[in-house]
Each structure stands twice: as C-alpha cells, then as structure tokens.
C-alpha cells in the first residue's frame, strides 16, 4: 500500500519531469539554412527580442515623436525602439515644441487644405503675389540613389522648420512604398496633379529658371515688385558659385519672399546651415548637441513602410537577435571593376581584428576546447557584391577563433550593381540601412552615404574604411569617427560678402569641422 501511495505522489512528478525532457530548449543556433549560406543561423523562430528593453520604454522617443497615429498603419513608429539598446541622445524640449508646431502647420497647410488650394492657385497664375497665401511650401524633388534622397529630405526638412514652411515630398516611384507617412492627419506626398510636377525631371543646374541662373543673368534681385510663382534651387553636387548663393542671408531675404521654393539636391547640406547668422542661434537652441541632428530627424521622419519593416524584423529575429554582440560591415567600393577586390578583403579583416571588434583564428589548430559560455557575435555585411561576405564565412567557418567566441557571418543580399530606379532595390537597401543601425558596433566605407544612414539612425560612431589609392590596402586600415553625423561632400565655402568661392580641395565637412 505504502508503495502504490509513493507512486501515486511522484506521478505528477514524473509527468512533469517527462515533458520537460520531450521539450527542452533548442540549441541556441542550428545549422546554416542553404538560401542564406551562412555559417551560423539560429532557428527562423519568433524569437524574444525585447529581453534587454523596458517595454515600458517611451516610444514616444522622449517626445521626438507625436502619439495618435494608428499603429497598425505603421508598425515601426512605435515598434523601432523595441529592437534598439537605449541611447543616450534625448530631443531637446525647444526641438519636441518645434516639431508640434510644425505638424500644427501642416495640418493647416498641407494638401487639400483651403490654403494650400489657395497657394497653387497662385502658382498657376504664373506670378508670385506677396501676401496673397497664408502658407509657405518647399517641395523635394525625388533625385539620386536612396542614401542620398534620406540624407538630402533631411536637410530640406530642416530648412523648412527654420523658416516656417510647409514641406512637400515629391514621391517618385518607390517613396510612398519605402516610408509610412511622418506627420499626423496630413500626407507630406505632393499631389499628384501639382501643376508643374512634369517640369522636376527635367530640372538641373543648367535650367533657366534655377535661382543660379536667374542671379547669373541679371533677371532677379531684391528690388522687383514682381517675382515668378515659383523658384528652383540647384543645390546638388554639381551646383556652382551663383546656385550657392542660396547659403547667403542676403539671399535668403530675398528667397523668402516665394511662396513656393523647389529644391533639387543629393546632399545633407545642414553643415551649412549652421553657418549662416539667421539661422545659428535657431539651431542651437533646436541641436544643442550638434552631433545629433541626423539621429533625431532621421528617426522623426523616416519609419519603414509595414512591408519594409516585416523584411527588417524576420531578418534580425532569425539571424541577429540571440547573438551576444552584433558587428555591422558595410562595405562600399567606388572602383570600376565588379570585384570583391583582395584588397579590400584584407583591409576589412585588418580593421575589424586590428581595432578587436572581431576575434582572430588560430589557423594552426582544428579545433579548440568549447567554452562553457561562448560570446556569441553576429555579423552582419551589406555589400553590392557576394565575395567579402564569402571571404569572412569562410575564415571563421574553416578555422577556430582564439578565443573560443562563435562568429557568424550574414549577408541579407547581394544585388551586383546599384539600381536606384528600382522599387524592389530599394526596399532591400533601406531594410539593410536600418538593420546595420540595429547594431552594436557598425563599420562603413568611406564617403557611403548608406553608411552615414545607419550610423545616424543607430547613434553609432563607426569605424570608416579609408578610401584606397592603387588599390592597396590602406594603412592603417580605418579610423574612428569623431561624429555619428554624415559628411556634406558638397559644401559651399562660398564668401556671400565677397560674392566668390572658395577652394574646398574637394574636402567634406560635418559639425566637428563647421566651427
């Protein structure tokens, strides 16, 4: 009896016990899936990527954002902060203020709004009527690859909170598809039937009606009574000394007399900004920390569309999230040739082991005796072409690393060659910019503008692959950077008092160089 009661108290037990055998845990990471031919791939589970986050966590991103959009509409406005460690750079209130005032200003003027009605009827009419509209517009032309166009947007936007107009996105053929729109209860997407919408393929430095041109031959200046319904600004890479004049007070007072200005540029031209008197004290007060003014508008205006942002979260829960540290690799090169070149093979290993952000193999051994607790570590590498991804697999697949850490090494894609005009292509692109900027430590090639995406979207500042010369290995390899804010690969150096250019000897700047 007293066994037939023993065992009936252990039954529950042994149940118990059994079930908990038949289920364990899975192994942190199974082998490679053969799409991805990748050394290491944990299982395509929903995994839990919000064991390091508070869910309590603002998602409001310190009041960057507004609260009242409908989340289903865009799951990664609120969702972003989820797959993210907490970042020290906090919105100044005088910017979160900004912001709400602006979407007030929108909300009022954007489209189909009785003002706005207002403005294009006044631009139809062939003449700019001071007064005659209570709203300001500055419309972005869709130019250049996509890198570019989030960097330029940016700085329009910018420009547009500094002198209290309503921005308006001219949205090509793949914006609408890339981005959930950033402002409540207003599209920020020009119509489609905005009068001269026809005319921004054909606009380029050489237009006759591009404010550049119009100072060169002597058919504008301040004095005029009647100025044209709108103007075009020049401000891409190939602008010259009369488009830059747009970096000049003197212009601006005279520019803020439009009420329609259209902007047409590859660059992240806010480095500038800061330089101009009517501006400086405005931004500062908005930046107070220069460093972060891409990290807050990039995540204020750019949330991924929901099918963008499914690419991004089934990658980095199936091949990021359960990795101790992840190593973002973006590799850039402007060669002609279609590569993977050795050299640049060489420099990445060079700079990712040199600076410790990857461990060394010991390629004299097979095998190592396993740690009892490994640091898992998860590369991710984003590249136009397969053979870098492929070089670094095979160095940890074939050889142990010294120091007992488990590497695995991804690549979402590898499309060849850069294809801008397509859809699909960039939908990848900006899925792989936002998963680099989900890393913890991100290394990007020189002069990228996708590199300078990720890092300010991340608030990471990446190691920079130099540019090679010959086509040698740089030494040393990559450097630092001092900032997180992208480069302005244009910039002026234009005298407004003594009306004449400077030469930049093709430099670049960004803020720790503005001052």
């Not at 944990?42 to 009041?63: F, N, R, S, T, Y």
């Not at 709004?113 to 009419?125: F, G, I, M, R």
């Not at 890479?237 to 047409?264: E, G, M, N, P, S």
């Amino acid at each position: 009896m007293r066994s037939s009661k023993t065992l009936l108290l252990a039954l529950p037990f042994l149940i118990m016990l059994t079930f908990l055998l038949r289920h364990k845990p899975s192994d942190r990471f199974t082998d490679a899936t053969p799409f991805f031919n990748n050394l290491i791939t944990p299982p395509l589970l929903e995994v839990d990527v919000l064991q390091h986050v508070d869910i309590a966590e603002d998602k409001l991103l310190g009041g960057l954002l507004a609260d009242g959009f409908d989340e289903q509409s865009c799951l990664s406005r609120y969702q972003s902060i989820l797959y993210r460690k907490a970042l020290p750079y906090k919105p100044s209130p005088y910017l979160v203020s900004k912001l709400r005032k602006y979407e007030d200003l929108h909300k009022r003027c954007g489209p189909n709004t009785p003002s706005y009605n207002k403005a294009v009827e006044q631009l139809e009419s062939g003449s700019n009527v001071v007064g005659t509209t209570d709203c300001k517009y500055v419309v972005w032309v869709w130019y250049s690859g996509l890198g570019n166009r989030i960097l330029a947007l940016a700085s329009v936007f910018l420009y547009a909170l500094l002198t209290e107009r309503v921005l308006l996105v001219d949205r090509g053929n793949d914006m609408a598809s890339l981005f959930c729109e950033p402002f409540p209860e207003r599209s920020w997407f020009l119509p489609m039937n905005f009068p001269i919408a026809k005319k921004f393929s054909s606009f380029d430095q050489k237009s006759a009606e591009s404010y550049g041109n119009l100072l060169k031959n002597y058919m504008i200046k301040a004095s005029m009574g009647s100025l044209p319904s709108y103007m075009y600004l020049h401000l891409a890479h190939d602008y010259d000394d009369h488009d830059k004049l747009f970096f000049c007070d003197d212009d601006q007072a005279l520019l803020k007399r439009f009420t329609w200005l259209v902007v047409k540029t590859d660059n992240y031209f806010v480095p500038s900004l800061f330089l101009m008197p009517s501006f400086e004290d405005e931004l500062k007060k908005l930046f107070p920390n220069k460093e972060t003014i891409f990290h807050h508008l990039g995540r204020y205006l750019f949330h991924p569309s929901n099918h963008v942002w499914g690419i991004i979260t089934r990658y980095y829960k199936a091949y990021l999230a359960r990795a101790d540290e992840r190593v973002g690799i973006q590799v850039r090169i402007f060669d002609k040739g279609p590569g993977p070149y050795q050299y640049v093979k060489d420099q990445i290993s060079a700079c990712t082991i040199g600076e410790k952000l990857l461990p060394e193999v010991d390629t004299r051994r097979l095998a190592v005796n396993p740690s009892k607790n490994p640091t898992v570590k998860a590369v991710l590498m984003t590249s136009l072409v397969y053979g870098y991804y492929e070089n670094m697999k095979n160095i940890y697949w074939e050889h142990p690393t010294v120091t007992g850490d488990i590497i695995g090494v991804h690549q979402p894609s590898h499309e060849e060659q850069q294809r801008s005009e397509k859809p699909l292509h960039n939908m990848k692109a900006l899925a792989e910019m936002y998963l680099l900027s989900l890393t913890d430590v991100l290394v990007t090639s020189a002069w990228s503008t996708f590199g300078y995406v990720a890092q300010g979207l991340g608030g990471l500042k990446p190691w920079i692959l130099y540019k090679s010369e010959n086509q040698t290995t740089p030494n040393p390899p990559c450097q630092r950077a001092m900032s997180m804010e992208p480069c302005f690969h244009a910039p002026p150096f234009y005298d407004c008092k003594a009306k004449e250019g400077i030469d930049t000897d093709g430099s670049c700047i960004s803020y720790n160089e503005s001052h």
